[in-house]
Nanobody, 127 residues
Framework: VQLVESGGGSVQAGGSLRLSCAASGVIYRTNCMGWFRQVPGKEGEGVAAIYSDDMTYYADSVKGRFTISQDSAKNTLYLQMNSLKAEDTAVYFC???????????????????????RGQGTQVTVS
């Protein structure tokens, strides 16, 4: 199982970033992937999740600004982040549940940051 994020960086408030996550080893055994973020000294926050390639969950803090999507052919997960705010500054992690779950379990795991597998993270800084 390997999840490798890219696309983080520094951006001014109001700007946009697109995070990507290249997945290998997990994609054939999961129908639940997502993103969470973490600020040093604070608990992680589940940002978004995608279930069975089309049903999505978003935290209230990002709803309407972030979009999660998946390209199964490329084994890649994306997080498009628009209208970024200073409070979006965090390390963002791609994550996956390495077995099949139902939709409610997927979104529950996203809220609780309980995916089971995650990447190394990519820093997003909004100033």
């Amino acid at each position: 199982v390997q999840l490798v994020e890219s696309g983080g960086g520094s951006v001014q408030a109001g700007g946009s970033l697109r995070l990507s996550c290249a997945a290998s080893g997990v994609i054939y055994r999961t129908n639940c992937m997502g993103w969470f973020r973490q600020v040093p000294g604070k608990e992680g926050e589940g940002v978004a999740a995608i279930y069975s390639d089309d049903m999505t969950y978003y935290a209230d803090s990002v709803k309407g600004r972030f979009t999660i999507s998946q390209d199964s052919a490329k084994n890649t997960l994306y997080l498009q982040m628009n209208s970024l705010k200073a409070e979006d500054t965090a390390v963002y992690f791609c994550a996956a549940v390495n077995y099949f779950v139902d939709r409610d379990s997927c979104f529950w795991k996203a809220r609780g940051v309980d995916f089971g597998h995650r990447g190394q993270g990519t820093q997003v800084t909004v100033s």
